[in-house]
Structures are given as C-alpha cells and as structure tokens.
Antibody, heavy 117, light 106 residues
Framework: QVQLKESGPGLVQPSQTLSLTCTVSGFSLMDYSVHWVRQPPGKGLEWMGRMKYDGDTYYNSALKSRLSISRDTSKSQVFLKMNSLQTEDTAIYYC???????????WGQGVMVTVSS | EIVLTQSPTTMAASPGEKVTITCRASSSVSYMHWFQQKSGTSPKPWIYDTSKLASGVPDRFSGSGSGTSYSLTISSMEAEDAATYYCLQRSSYPFTFGSGTKLEIK
C-alpha cells in the first residue's frame, strides 16, 4: 500500500540548514512525482516544490534561493534541504504524492520543525 | 503566481443546513481541487478536477465552477463535516492553496 513518511530534526537553530527525508513505499519515484508542502502552526498550506518522476525539480519562487530537492530512487527517498532558516519557517512539513488517483492523493503524517535558538 | 481567495474564512452550520464555500482565482485555472483537513491530521483529497469526489467522500458533497470562480457545496451539513477546507490550483506553477475555510457545526 502507498505510504510516505517524513523524517528529520524537530529543532533547527536560526540561520542553519534544514534537512528532511521523505521515504516512500508502495510506488516508484520513477513513476510518480513527490511534492513538499508546509503548514505553519494554525495557518494554511504552502506548496514548496516538487521532484518529478524524471528527476526534474521545480520550486516555489518565494523559496527558490534557499530550497533544494533531490532523491535517491534506490532507497525510495526524496530529500528537502533549505538553508538560512528563520523563525517563520517553523511549520509542519509534509511530502505528498503528486498525482495518482487524484492530485496529492497520499500524504505523509508530517514532521514538525521548530526554528529556535 | 495565481492567488486563491476563499470565503468565508470561518463559518458555522447547523445539521441539515446547506453549505457553500467559494474559491476565487486571480487568473483563470483549468480545474480546482479541494482538500479536507481535521485538527492534527494531514490534508485529505476531497474533490478533484472541480467536481469529482475522491474515494470515500459522501455524495452530499459536490463541486462546481470554471475559470476564476469555484465552489464546494454540502447539501446537508453533518457533524463529521466539521473541518478546514482548502482549494488548490495546479494549472500553473507555483501551485497555490487557498487560505482555508474553517467549517464548524452549530
């Protein structure tokens, strides 16, 4: 069955780099895109970027200078790296499958990242 | 960037009441998609391609619209429908979400 699971540090210091991993199962990264979406506490959803099934990436222009998405297909993992973190980057970070039965049909449970010293 | 404006921001409905949530796009989009999110959980696909119900979604839900104006309608509100609903456009990058409509039961 399709699953996605985010992992990474719960606490990051300001100005440091965030590294998150999305481990997927039940489908191949060479067949489906994976997107990253974040949600600050009590706020709405923000699309961050995507890793396409062919390895192509696309980023939200608001984050483009700080964001990098990569993958390891042999491990079924997609990676997010974002540098120069600030307190406003505190959020739940989700990975989601791009389009299967529907757009964003499966989501991970999310990982809460707090930016604080 | 296409900005999606949802209204209302919050609302409360009585059981059996009809509910309509709107999503207006700053530029025309091909389709609108909707997600339901309950507190402490990940969003769930709810309505896709404007009017198609995702698996398991009750048929009291419907979606409609075109161009820059879309809506999600509940024909008869039930307690389990209390949640936050987000619209999403993926017609052009960057994909964007509406700011959400929090729907409560009276």
């Amino acid at each position: 069955q399709v699953q996605l699971k985010e992992s990474g540090p719960g606490l990051v210091q300001p100005s440091q780099t965030l590294s998150l991993t999305c481990t997927v199962s039940g489908f191949s990264l060479m067949d489906y895109s994976v997107h990253w979406v974040r949600q600050p506490p009590g706020k709405g959803l923000e699309w961050m970027g995507r890793m396409k099934y062919d390895g192509d990436t696309y980023y939200n222009s608001a984050l483009k200078s700080r964001l990098s998405i990569s993958r390891d297909t042999s491990k079924s993992q997609v990676f997010l790296k974002m540098n120069s973190l600030q307190t406003e980057d505190t959020a739940i970070y989700y990975c989601t499958r791009g389009y299967g039965y529907t757009p964003f049909d499966y989501w991970g449970q999310g990982v809460m990242v707090t930016v604080s010293s | 960037e296409i900005v999606l404006t949802q209204s209302p921001t919050t609302m409360a409905a009585s059981p059996g009441e009809k509910v309509t949530i709107t999503c207006r796009a700053s530029s025309s989009v091909s389709y609108m998609h909707w997600f339901q999110q309950k507190s402490g959980t990940s969003p769930k696909p709810w309505i896709y391609d404007t009017s198609k119900l995702a698996s398991g979604v009750p048929d009291r839900f419907s979606g409609s619209g075109s161009g820059t104006s879309y809506s999600l309608t509940i024909s008869s509100m039930e307690a389990e429908d209390a949640a936050t609903y987000y619209c999403l456009q993926r017609s052009s990058y960057p994909f964007t979400f509406g700011s959400g409509t929090k729907l409560e039961i009276k």
